[in-house]
């Protein structure tokens, strides 16, 4: 037992959050991977693998969240450097040799493995963000600088993973500006900012749709793509059954037949019959497998998670004394939950396809790793702040004992930890 609380320190709900999450995610990458299954000819391959990186992933939160939180503020100075060559170089390989998987560069491989580069460069983004949220705050709220210097700081890394990945860019760039929000960045600049950004969307939607089909344009070779899925999910008209053509956007199609065929406590884990037409259900489509097999109380308690999740790490974040750690968990949940989000409404038809996995459940390998060090993270903060609790108990009770005169040997003896608690402190403000 001793053993188990010295592995498992931190917020206990954030490690049953992420238990469950890795239990449905083993469950139904079990039962989605049929087509995986089918191509290789292996039926427990897919699994093991999966399995496999997730007791990887479970190691990563382990030795993350020993890390003191204040060895993340490091992190960004070798991570975004880096990832943004290979953002660069990925992006240029793509263009040159038109080495692409489902018509993205995304992917690069090294000694035989293959990551994402995005899944770095997000966390350096958040990282580097909350550190400039956190070292720029002034009475009146963040210093006008720290705006300009994440604009920055984020608009490269998103103008490289644009062409490739839409969906991600315009993601992490809703994330940061959320956090920009809730650092106090002026009013005035993020109204500017929406502005801008809403003129830049209106006038790219407009070129979208005004360039003919199978145009040859670098870096833009994903415009048909985008296009298709922003008319067939805008022109939505109600068509008859027996004249429904479920060959054309067979993904839409079958997750929603996947889902519509569902009930309340749907066809049980292992029975679904869609994921055997969906290329894509154990990864951006495997909400509508939980649906099918798990039904709508299935679909509602994974939603309940990641909402938890959320409402969890604001709690932490109210818990810090310091800013920097504060801004981190609120950035990684918003990292967690807003991707989460947008895959579901994916699934269930109310935005565009895009190629987000489901956090933590589908099958991947880069964004399952990087997803659990964000949970080993939020665990770190979560011990930063058990340890403030800790010594504010100890305050009260030595400031009891001495109200009362009795207890000298007792209020010594606490005493002595808090010294100590307040010398680290010490020390760190000193580092820092």
Known sequence: MDLLKNIFKGDKVIWIIFLCLCLISIIEVFSAASTLTYKSGDHWGPI?????????????VVLMHNIPYKWFQVFPVFLYPVSVVL???VTLMGVITGDRVNGAARWMSFMGLQFQPSELAKMAVVIAVSFILSKKQDDDGANPKAFKYILIITGIVCLLIAPENLSTAML????????MFIGRVAARKLLMLIGSLGLV?????VFLLAIPKNSDIPFLHRFDTWKSRITNFAEKEEVPAAKFDIDKDAQIAHARIAIATSNFVGKAPGNSIQRDFLSQAFSDFIFAIIIEELGLIGGIFVVCLYIWLLVRA???AQKCERTFPAFLVMGISLMLVSQAILNMMVAVGLFPVTGQPLPLISKGGTSTLINCAYIGMILSVSRYTAHLEEQKERDALLQAQIATGTGDTEAQTAAEPTAQVLNSDAEFEEEK
């Open 87 to 89: 953002l660069a170089f």
């Open 48 to 60: 093991t693998q999966h399995s496999i990186i997730l007791m990887v992933g479970a190691v990563v």
């Open 201 to 205: 969307g209106v006038i790219g939607i």
């Open 172 to 179: 992490l760039f809703g994330v940061v500006f959320l956090m």
């Open 314 to 316: 604001g709690r932490i």
